[in-house]
């Protein structure tokens, strides 16, 4: 395409069995402790599938 | 579905995006298809902007642009708890200035946890963590350290009960830094998932709000100690994490002499304070927010690409695998799924609620919750709140701080409205990076 370059196509809200399994860390755990950022986590299964 | 909801065009640093919020695509466009999307396009060709329409249309055909939310029934939460905020001490060494924790004792009396307390802390979890695996423990205060005993003897029951339950405890430890000497250094590193560790950035903002009880500013105190556990850390997971304030608008200037002092993790978060307090962040600082902002961006590819690569927490953004859905409308449980508990064993809704006689849900050693103030956190996500629908950022804040909301707009549904400013201009920022970091 001419006018646009996608960079990114996660789909990410696709629904699928393992979806929902909640073994990610609560969001504010991590640094913040003011604020709920859930956007920069990564899916714990998906780290799984990627080791 | 209005499909100007459904997609935001930007521009940041000179270029321009295209995000499409239900699915996450990112797009990065010409000035021709932003002026076309803003209803600009008297001063361009009638070819260029068929050609505009024909591109975004096979977008819309390959499901990247204005893609519907998936149709799944809302999920009332479960009630299974997989974190704690352990106050192992309601005392602090510093007086920081802006501390919510009145500080460090939460307007309460100055007390550590006691050993029976904490042990029932970790029986608590186990007890009603249902099929849950990873367990969180975030030892908190106050100074956490100054409870050191009680916090090993709690790291070594948990793991020996995790063990006997089949849980994995992933700890966390929150410290100021000072009582760190070089053989706490070394536990933390072998027993911490994370460790956070407190400064502000550059000496004279550090110094200026975190001070000792005799009003000493800690910066020097603190930075070789810390340089230390960054030395053993190797690449486990640490964050030097300070807050900037109405006094520190120039924060940027901040995360780079952090990251100049060798820390290559870093959190710099915005004060939240109450109305009128001379450190807030009001909306007439929301500008020169957005600008500090960009400025640290364009650094942060900068050094990246050459050399001095470190990484900004709310600048971290892994598009392609993100959390599910669900964790995208349920945000982060506080309430019932992570709750805090104070060194007397009470429990509350996070750690922003310590000391709030109202939201007092019970004790870890009756184990018993109060299921009435649950039911407000439980019934309430990213489709109960009705300024978030509309909200291009929703599925990366997940609403927001429910403890913000309820503080500043005592209503759990209405967003606190200068974070979400906040929130909005830094992701920007992030997708800006993406982008540089996939092109």
Not at chain 2, 239 to 268: E, K, M, P, W
Not at chain 2, 289 to 300: D, N
Request: net charge negative; hydrophobic share 35%; glycine share 6%.
């Amino acid at each position: 395409m001419k006018h646009i370059k996608t960079i990114a196509n996660p789909k990410h809200n696709c629904i699928n069995p393992k979806s929902g399994c909640d073994e990610c860390r609560s969001s504010c755990q991590s640094a913040c402790k003011t604020s709920c950022t859930v956007g920069n986590q990564v899916c714990e299964q998906k780290k799984k599938e990627q080791q | 579905m209005d499909i100007l909801l459904s997609m935001h065009c930007f521009e940041c640093l000179g270029e321009y995006f295209l995000y499409d919020i239900e699915s996450g695509a990112l797009h990065v466009v010409d000035r021709i298809v932003y002026d076309y999307l803003q209803g600009d396009i008297s001063c361009y060709s009638k070819n260029q902007i068929d050609e505009v329409i024909d591109e975004l249309q096979q977008l819309t055909d390959n499901g990247l642009l204005y893609t519907n939310p998936p149709q799944v029934p809302r999920q009332i939460k479960e009630r299974v708890i997989k974190s704690l905020c352990l106050h192992v001490s309601h005392d602090c060494n510093l007086r920081c200035k802006y501390c919510f924790a009145g500080q460090g004792a939460y307007h309460g009396d100055r007390l550590n946890m006691s050993i029976d307390i904490a042990l029932a802390s970790i029986d608590f979890l186990i007890a009603n963590s249902g099929t849950r695996h990873n367990l969180e423990v975030d030892f908190f205060g106050g100074e956490p350290l100054l409870n050191l005993d009680v916090l090993k003897k709690t790291v070594e029951y948990a793991n020996a009960q995790g063990a006997i339950y089949n849980k994995q405890f992933l700890f966390t430890t929150t410290t100021n830094g000072l009582l760190l000497n070089k053989e706490t250094s070394d536990y933390l590193n072998q027993t911490m998932e994370n460790v956070v560790l407190s400064l502000d950035g550059r000496k004279s903002v550090n110094d200026e709000l975190r001070v000792t009880a005799g009003n000493k500013g800690s910066y020097d105190l603190i930075v070789d100690k810390y340089r230390y556990f960054r030395s053993i850390r190797g690449n486990k997971s640490y964050y030097v994490r300070g807050t900037f304030t109405a006094l520190n608008l120039d924060f940027c200037a901040d995360v780079l002499h952090i990251a100049d002092l060798g820390f290559d993790q870093i959190s710099l978060e915005p004060v939240v304070l109450s109305k009128g307090d001379v450190l807030e962040i009001r909306q007439e600082h929301l500008q020169t927010i957005f600008r500090q902002y960009e400025i640290l961006a364009k650094e942060y590819i900068e050094r990246r690409q050459n050399g001095r690569w470190f990484s900004f927490f709310h600048f971290v953004l892994d598009l392609e695998n993100s959390p599910c859905y669900k964790k995208k409308l349920s945000g982060c449980g506080a309430g019932v799924k992570y709750l805090a508990v104070a060194p007397n064993g009470d429990i509350y809704p996070c750690h922003q609620f310590v000391g709030e006689k109202e939201y007092c849900m019970g004790n870890v050693q009756s184990g018993v919750i109060d299921e009435s103030i649950r039911d407000i956190f439980a019934s309430t996500d990213l489709t109960t709140k009705p300024k978030c629908a509309s909200c291009w950022a929703k599925y990366h804040c997940s609403g927001g701080c429910n403890a913000n909301a309820i503080h500043f707009n005592n209503d759990i549904s209405v967003p606190y409205e200068i974070s979400c400013e906040i929130f909005k201009k830094r992701l920007e920022c992030a997708l800006y990076i993406y982008s540089k970091a996939h092109e």
